[in-house]
């Protein structure tokens, strides 16, 4: 089935690069997305790469698939504690229909 | 352009009622999900609506049931309440005419059971 792993924390101190990374099951998925959520707030997208790419890359934020390994990650430049927040990776639904499959979420810590 | 708007944002119910929680996608999509987010299981997909027809459905029971009407607003019912749905229910919309259009959220809706 469909399952989507990722670490529980990461901490980094401010002004460092943040990697959160991500794998996934699903060789139909066609496209991965990262959302950030801050507390009490909905999902916000930051970012997504269709499968057939490599790299993605969008002001401080870089994606990276490795198709093989089934392997996504997300590079944060300049970590600031804006920063701080739940980072999900998510894979489409493969067939027809719109839907996501979560990972459980990455919370971003920021030592001052 | 306005973003994915659901209300009401909280909502406190007691066991054995039923409750309805209302989305407006973005203007011009057709597709809704609807998702729900625990401490325990994190986000799961509930259902998935395009023009007016459940295209899919996640491992919920029945008690769970939506739909969607001309205007691509959407609504989610969940009959007989149990302690177990607490939960934020979290409502995305995209184009859903093909190709895997990102899916944008709302902000949810807090659903309390006492």
């Known amino acids: 089935g469909e399952d989507v792993e990722q670490s529980l924390f990461l901490s980094v101190r401010e002004g460092d690069s943040s990697v959160i990374n991500c794998t996934y099951t699903?060789?139909?998925?066609?496209?991965l997305y990262w959302y950030k959520q801050e507390p009490g707030a909905g999902l916000q997208l930051l970012t997504y790469?269709?499968?057939?790419?490599d790299m993605k890359q969008d002001q401080r934020l870089t994606v990276l698939l490795n198709k093989k390994d089934k392997h996504l990650s997300l590079r944060i430049a300049d970590t600031q504690t804006g920063d701080s927040a739940i980072y999900f990776c998510?894979?489409?639904f493969g067939g027809g229909a719109d839907g996501l499959t979560f990972g459980k979420g990455t919370h971003l810590i920021i030592q001052p | 352009k306005a973003g994915v708007t659901q209300t009401p944002r909280y909502l406190i119910k007691t066991r054995g009622q039923q409750v309805t929680l209302s989305c407006s996608p973005i203007?011009?999509?057709?597709?809704v999900s609807w998702y729900q987010q625990t401490p325990g299981q994190g986000l799961q997909f509930l259902f998935e609506?395009?023009?007016?027809?459940?295209?899919n459905k996640g491992n919920f029971p029945g008690r769970f049931s939506g739909r969607q009407f001309s205007n691509s607003r959407s609504e989610m019912n969940v009959s007989t309440l149990e302690l177990g749905d607490s939960a934020l229910y979290l409502c995305?919309?995209?184009?859903?005419?093909?190709?895997?259009?990102?899916?944008?959220f709302g902000d949810g809706t807090r659903l309390s059971i006492l």
């Open positions: 995305a919309s995209s184009p859903g005419g093909g190709g895997k259009q990102p899916q944008h």
């Open positions: 699903d060789s139909s998925s066609t496209y």
């Open positions: 790469i269709f499968s057939n790419m």
């Open positions: 998510a894979e489409s």
């Open positions: 203007s011009g999509h057709r597709s």
């Open positions: 609506y395009f023009s007016e027809t459940q295209r």
